[in-house]
Nanobody, 124 residues
């Protein structure tokens, strides 16, 4: 069964924190570039962060210093620690796998496996 399942979303006030998890099956962070994406109402999907098989990370400017992407290869799990959340972070967050070892940039064009998403709502 090839799938990605996100969890950890919820509602939080501005300045709060959430930790998203992505449980992987059939693909592993050990062998694939993994990324987090989000889509807010009325907006296009945005690449938030990704991590390649070697551990190199990349973040969209708006979350640098606030979000941290990480992985646990033994648990086949990807994480996104989100601190100092802002209302602008409100979106559906998706985990995705690219299969290639290197991420290169934040584009989601080459990501072929996507999770169902987990909702994050940040209030003022």
């Amino acid at each position: 069964q090839v799938r990605l399942v996100e969890s950890g979303g919820g509602s939080v006030q501005a300045g709060g924190s959430l930790r998203l998890s992505c449980a992987a099956s059939g693909v592993t962070p050990r062998s694939s570039c993994m990324g987090w994406f989000r889509q807010a109402p009325g907006k296009e999907r945005e690449g938030v962060a990704n991590i390649d098989t070697g551990g190199t990370t990349r973040y969209v400017d708006s979350v640098k210093g606030r979000f941290t992407i990480s992985k646990d290869n033994a648990k086949n799990t990807l994480y996104l620690q989100m601190n100092n959340l802002k209302p602008e972070d409100t979106a559906m967050y998706y985990c995705a796998a690219r299969y290639e070892s290197f991420c290169g940039n934040l584009s989601g064009a080459n990501f072929r496996l996507w999770g169902r998403g987990t909702q994050v709502a940040v209030s003022s």
